[in-house]
């Protein structure tokens, strides 16, 4: 049986850190290759370099229109046995971006081996083609991929510019490699929360992924935290639990409380800053232990 280790759903932070493990979980495998920062040329003659098994490569190569002369439809060249390339202009359309990919697997599904997906650029991509576009498309991608038995390696910058995108792609991966860096901000607003209430504090630093999952999950424009508790009901989460993670991030200026209200707690989603609440996490994510 595959293990998480032999069929990668990671996201890698730093390119060095996305090459390692491409190169370790590529062996005896084909290699499917997006790329947004390097020419296929160039990432082509880097992979030689390094040590690896892998059986066939293919590299989409996402070029800039305003700096190439190439055409704007996609194309695909069969080098050799073992190479292909295909060429798609940015900014990057995730339809047209998933019909090559869809043509590459399909291609290779009748062989032995398996495949796995690398994307060298994360903010590129949602750059691009914005969160909205590109996550439905990476959701087929990684179902596609573990029914296989394949993989899926992506790497994010590590001060990334999308912080609510890079928290969304964790929560659809199966492993992390490498963190984020904190924002000085974010940071210092984390610290000011632990000096002024310790509890708040822990209760946001185990369960900040819960209560920004929660927000994002609900329609309503003022629930409680019980009404958010349902949309990501756990057994070892309860609704107090997530009130107090939520109650942290209305403290950290996330997200407002509605005024004039008696009894519990009302969250205004209007408010609701998921860039900031993202930077926050990754932020608490990073501080040290008292």
Not at 27 to 49: F, K, M, P, Y
Not at 193 to 222: C, I, M, N, S
Not at 261 to 282: M, W
Request: net charge negative; glycine share 6%; with cysteine.
């Amino acid at each position: 049986m595959a293990t998480a280790r032999d069929s990668p759903e990671l996201l890698a932070f730093g390119a060095t850190h996305g090459m390692d493990e491409l190169r370790e979980r590529s062996a005896g495998r084909n290699v499917l290759a997006v790329l947004t920062e390097s020419t296929a040329d160039t990432w082509h003659r880097q992979w030689e370099r390094s040590t690896t098994d892998a059986e066939q490569l293919a590299l989409v190569e996402c070029y800039d229109l305003a700096r190439s002369t190439a055409a704007r439809s996609p194309e695909t060249r069969v080098v050799s046995d073992e190479l292909a390339v295909s060429t798609i202009p940015r900014p990057v359309e995730p339809e047209q971006l998933s019909a090559i990919l869809t043509r590459l697997f399909d291609g290779w599904e009748a062989g032995e081996s398996e495949t796995v997906l690398y994307i060298e650029s994360l903010g590129d991509l949602v750059a691009d083609a914005g969160l909205a576009a590109l996550h439905p498309l990476f959701e087929r991608l990684v179902e596609r991929t573990r029914s296989t038995g394949s993989g899926i390696v992506v790497t994010a910058d590590p001060e990334p510019d999308d912080a609510h995108a890079v928290r969304a792609f964790q929560a659809l991966l199966t492993e992390t490699v490498g963190v984020p860096e904190p924002t000085v901000d974010a940071t210092a607003a984390v610290r000011r929360l632990r000096e002024a209430d310790p509890t708040k504090f822990g209760y946001f630093r185990q369960y900040w992924r819960d209560a920004v999952r929660a927000l994002e999950a609900v329609d309503r424009a003022y629930p409680q935290a019980k009404q958010l508790h349902e949309a990501v009901e756990t057994e070892e989460l309860s609704p107090r639990m997530l009130g107090a993670a939520l109650s942290a991030l209305a403290w950290l200026d996330a997200i407002s409380l509605r005024g004039n209200t008696n009894g519990a707690n009302r969250y205004n989603r209007q408010s609701y800053d998921p860039e900031y609440a993202a930077r926050l996490g990754f932020a608490v994510d990073a501080l040290e232990e008292a």
